[in-house]
């Protein structure tokens, strides 16, 4: 997740952002708000909604957003952002570009150790919300995270063949960024990871953002070829062309077929 919810947005001055903080017991209702206001709002602001553990160890609902455009005009879009609860935090406020790019810093810190899956979604149903909800819980690590995150906007008035990606249907993807210490506790983590990405995949377009999808050998072939959609065959003939040893691949990999 980091702040990829700003990336689309391209400002060029200063940019009214930052997380609205919500209690646990109020998630379905806070996460439904999200839903249907994420699915409103104009092209100028993006959000992302997720369930996470605060620093002193207490389960929230978090709304992060990024407007971008004049002030007054953002100030009347959040304003129902900032009334709904009433929150616990609200930090929204204006702030540099380069600032809304280290919102998340303090969540993904170099030496932790991470797993992630994400799906996307044509929509946000009220059983996706209830499966977060339910789960969230029983997460292994209060550095862990859940989530919906916002796509759409000026992604959707690209073709879905322009380029690499393929997905401009998608109206968000979810996500679990899982975050432990421990190298002896990598089975547990990614199990509950797993465990909850298949319980979401009914509520999901069945394909996956490329970054977030696991070494082949563990994964397999078709969760890769499904990231590209129809765009996949095409990539493989640049493979042929570029790089028919396959000397890049340490990545989610598209094998050479020459």
């Not at 002030?71 to 204006?94: K, N, T």
Request: glycine share 6%; net charge negative.
């Amino acid at each position: 997740m980091v702040t990829s919810f700003a990336y689309q947005l391209h400002p060029v001055g200063p940019v009214l952002a930052g997380i609205v903080l919500y209690p646990f017991t109020k998630a379905k209702e806070a996460l439904t708000f999200y839903r249907d206001f994420a699915t409103a709002i104009p092209d100028e602001v993006n959000t992302v909604g997720a369930l996470l553990t605060s620093p002193d160890g207490v389960p929230v609902v978090a709304i992060g957003v990024c407007y971008n455009g004049d002030f007054d005009a953002g100030e009347q879009v959040l304003r129902p952002l900032r009334a709904f609860g009433p929150p616990l935090a609200d930090e929204i406020r204006p702030m540099a570009y380069c600032q809304v790019q280290t919102l998340f810093d303090a969540a993904f810190i170099r030496g932790h150790r991470y797993y992630f899956k994400s799906n996307f979604m044509q929509r946000i149903s009220d059983g996706a919300i209830d499966v977060l909800i339910e789960r969230f819980p029983t997460i292994p690590s209060p550095l862990s995270l859940v989530y919906f995150e916002q796509l759409g906007k000026a992604a959707h008035r690209v073709g879905a063949t322009a380029t690499a990606f393929s997905h401009r249907d998608a109206l968000c993807d979810w996500g679990c960024d899982a975050v432990w210490l421990d190298p002896a506790a990598d089975g547990v983590h990614i199990e509950w990871t797993r465990a909850l990405a298949e319980a979401m995949r009914p509520f999901t377009m069945g394909s996956d953002y490329a970054p977030h999808i696991g070494l082949e050998t563990d994964e397999g072939a078709e969760r890769i070829k499904a990231a590209y959609g129809a765009n996949y065959e095409r990539l493989v003939a640049l493979k042929n062309t570029y790089d028919p040893t396959n000397l890049f691949r340490h990545n989610q990999n598209i094998q050479p077929t020459v």
